[in-house]
């Protein structure tokens, strides 16, 4: 198995990235990927999406530490719910402690957790993105309006995540990608002339070329910019694991 991520600022940001990914383990053969996206109309968009992935990653050494010592395995199902409950919490309580307003923890969360050795995976999106699954697209769009996490801190986490309908549970996995709603955005970026260009989300999610090496994301977005011309137009998180 091989991780690929790649983090970039888009043309129409100046000053910060406002896009976050982590990846970690959670248990014997549990993987967590994750990447946020905060919201360009919130205050400090770029502090929030990374908050919550160093929360995260905050949960998710505290789930490997205690699974190692009770040696405990649960369902992928429960998992997600598990890590999602105590981020909800940990991202209520820094919200508390730092006196934040709810407009400066805006962000969206796709979350994926997998089993490596059976390779499945229970996947969660909380706003817009995009999960890709074996080359099959699960696109995310909530109308340039995303149901932020944040937007629901002050809400019982029983009622809000029973109402989560944004999941995915999947089998017999090859290949996945989470990917924020950047890698809709690419456009010509000069009025130089290149090659027509092709389909940006299957150059960069659906071809395995340059899967022996590990910056193949980047390379694949120079491909892009040097040959069709082309960059994104918003900031671009993404994740992508091959078996």
Not at 77 to 101: D, G, P, V, W
Not at 154 to 179: C, G, K, M, P, V
Request: with cysteine; aromatic share 10%; hydrophobic share 35%.
């Amino acid at each position: 198995m091989r991780i690929y991520t790649t983090l970039q600022i888009g043309e129409l940001h100046t000053n910060h990235c406002e896009d976050y990914f982590i990846t970690a383990e959670i248990g014997k053969n549990k993987l967590l990927c994750a990447v946020m996206d905060g919201c360009t109309m919130g205050t400090d968009s770029y502090f929030a999406a990374t908050l919550t992935g160093k929360l995260l990653r905050k949960v998710c050494k505290e789930y490997n530490y205690k699974e190692f010592i009770t040696k405990n395995s649960a369902s992928l199902q429960l998992t997600l719910e598990q890590i999602t409950r105590q981020l909800f919490e940990e991202l209520r309580s820094a919200k508390n402690i730092l006196q934040l307003e709810r407009d400066e923890v805006l962000n969206t969360l796709l979350m994926g957790v997998i089993d490596t050795e059976n390779r499945s995976g229970e996947f969660l999106c909380v706003g817009d993105g995009l999960i890709c699954i074996n080359n099959q697209l699960y696109e995310f769009e909530q109308d340039n309006k995303p149901d932020y996490l944040g937007y629901h801190l002050n809400e019982a986490f029983n009622s809000w995540y029973n109402n989560q309908q944004q999941r995915i549970a999947a089998q017999h996995i090859q290949d996945f990608s989470l990917a924020t709603d950047g890698i809709f955005t690419f456009n010509k970026f000069d009025n130089k002339t290149y090659a027509s260009p092709g389909n940006v989300v299957e150059h960069l999610l659906f071809d395995a070329e340059g899967s022996n090496n590990g910056n193949m994301l980047n390379s694949k977005l120079l491909d892009i910019q040097n040959n069709w011309g082309l960059k994104p137009g918003d900031d671009l998180a993404i994740i992508r694991t091959i078996f």
